[in-house]
């Protein structure tokens, strides 16, 4: 029973400061949308592994109707493994168990019709059921994979392979700076401030709103024994140090997906 109570209370607790995130609006570039959210989630221990390149060097696996973000004239990709916590549909409380697994983003950074996002090459997850659920409903390309995740001190220790063996990632990582909010206009700003992703389905670009507060990063460093979760969607990354940054948690609510344009 005293279990169950202290599982209930962090379930709340999670649930709380997900709605509460919303109280925080002064930093979007534009507004919430006017009509419900429908999913909060917790973000824990995230790194953001970032590589520049080439423009070119993504077109062929972005949409040709979406525009690819470049900064200083090159093009991001980031490779961002973390935990999710706290996966909810609104109104509900997080289910324990299921509300908690491991996750990977492959992404970039595009814009369509004035606002920046995110466009995503691949999503692993440690969940089947979370995988199922955002291929039905946000129509991502979410993948099941074997996924550990151990904690020494502040040390992440991250393992991962998706089902088949297609994509990889082993590695280790920490912050090692204090957290602080990206500057409008700096790099760090570009790759982290946004607040909707892309996809395409059924011949259309959606959108999905995002919310969170203002990103608090730290520096990182990092140790990577094997990574081939780009190269599985067919991009090589440059063999340079990758730009790292820590962000230890971020709470999220995110709308449903609306269409926004043709594809094509």
Not at 230 to 239: M, N, S, V, Y
Request: glycine share 6%; with cysteine; charged share 20%.
């Amino acid at each position: 029973m005293a279990e169950t109570a202290v599982v209930s209370l962090a379930g709340r607790s999670l649930a709380a400061a997900q709605a509460q995130a919303l109280r925080r609006r002064a930093h979007r570039p534009w507004p919430v949308p006017d009509r419900p959210w429908v999913q909060g989630q917790t973000w824990r221990d995230l790194l953001f592994a970032h590589w520049s390149l080439r423009e070119d060097g993504l077109r062929a696996v972005v949409p040709d109707a979406i525009s690819i973000d470049t900064f200083d004239g090159q093009a991001w990709i980031a490779v961002t493994p973390f935990e999710v916590t706290g996966l909810r549909l609104r109104g509900t409380l997080p289910v324990p168990i299921l509300s908690r697994f491991p996750e990977i983003n492959v992404r970039t950074y595009v814009t369509v019709d004035g606002r920046p996002g995110i466009y995503f090459f691949s999503l692993d997850a440690a969940s089947a059921l979370a995988v199922a659920g955002a291929r039905a409903t946000y129509h991502l390309p979410y993948f099941r994979s074997r996924m550990v995740v151990h904690r020494v001190g502040e040390e992440i220790r991250y393992a991962s392979t998706r089902v088949g063996n297609a994509a990889s990632l082993r590695m280790r990582y920490r912050p090692t700076g204090k957290p602080l909010h990206p500057r409008k206009g700096t790099l760090e700003h570009f790759l982290t401030e946004r607040y909707c992703l892309y996809t395409v389905a059924r011949g259309r670009i959606h959108r999905a709103e995002i919310h969170h507060p203002p990103w608090a990063l730290q520096a990182a460093e990092a140790h990577i024994d094997e990574n081939t979760m780009a190269q599985a969607t067919g991009i090589d990354l440059p063999a340079r140090r990758p730009l790292l940054h820590f962000a230890g948690r971020q709470d999220v609510v995110i709308w449903p997906l609306t269409p926004v344009a043709p594809a094509h």
